[in-house]
C-alpha cells in the first residue's frame, strides 16, 4: 500500500510561483514512476507531467512546458512540481500519482496510476 500526501496549493497571482511537494509512504517509492494531474471545476482530470522511478526521463503536457519542472527526491520519498509563471488557467485540484514497480517507461494517463493523493487547491488570481 502507497500512501500520497500533496502540499503547498495555496493562492497566488498570476505571474507568481508555487511549490507542490508529494510525500509518499511505503518502500516502493524509489521503484515508481510519478505524475502530477490536475482537475479544474466542470472538466476532467489532464496530465500535467510524469517522472520516471530514477528521475532520468520527464514529460510535460504541452499547457506547461517550460513553466513547471517535476523532480523527485528518492531518499525522502518526495516528488515535487515547482510551477513558475502561474496563468489564472491552471487553477485547479492538482493530485500527485504513483504507478509501482514502473520499470523505464513514462506514463500520461490516469488510468496507468495505481496511487492518487488526496489534492491540493491551487488558485491563480488575474
Known amino acids: 500500500q502507497v500512501q500520497l500526501v500533496e502540499s503547498g496549493g495555496g493562492l497566488v497571482q498570476a505571474g507568481g510561483s508555487l511549490r507542490l511537494s508529494c510525500a509518499a509512504s511505503?518502500?516502493?517509492?524509489?521503484?515508481?514512476?510519478m505524475g502530477w494531474f490536475r482537475q479544474a471545476p466542470g472538466k476532467e482530470r489532464e496530465f500535467v507531467a510524469t517522472?520516471?522511478?530514477?528521475?532520468?526521463?520527464?514529460y510535460y503536457a504541452d499547457s506547461v512546458k517550460g513553466r513547471f519542472t517535476i523532480s523527485r527526491d528518492n531518499a525522502k520519498n518526495t516528488v515535487y512540481l515547482q510551477m513558475n509563471s502561474l496563468k489564472p488557467e491552471d487553477t485547479a485540484v492538482y493530485y500527485c500519482?504513483?504507478?509501482?514497480?514502473?520499470?523505464?517507461?513514462?506514463?500520461?494517463?490516469?488510468?496507468?496510476?495505481?496511487?492518487w493523493g488526496q489534492g491540493t487547491q491551487v488558485t491563480v488570481s488575474s
Open positions: 517522472i520516471t522511478s530514477s528521475g532520468g526521463s520527464i
Open positions: 511505503g518502500r516502493t517509492f524509489s521503484n515508481s514512476a
Open positions: 500519482a504513483a504507478r509501482i514497480n514502473s520499470g523505464y517507461s513514462l506514463y500520461l494517463k490516469s488510468y496507468d496510476y495505481n496511487y
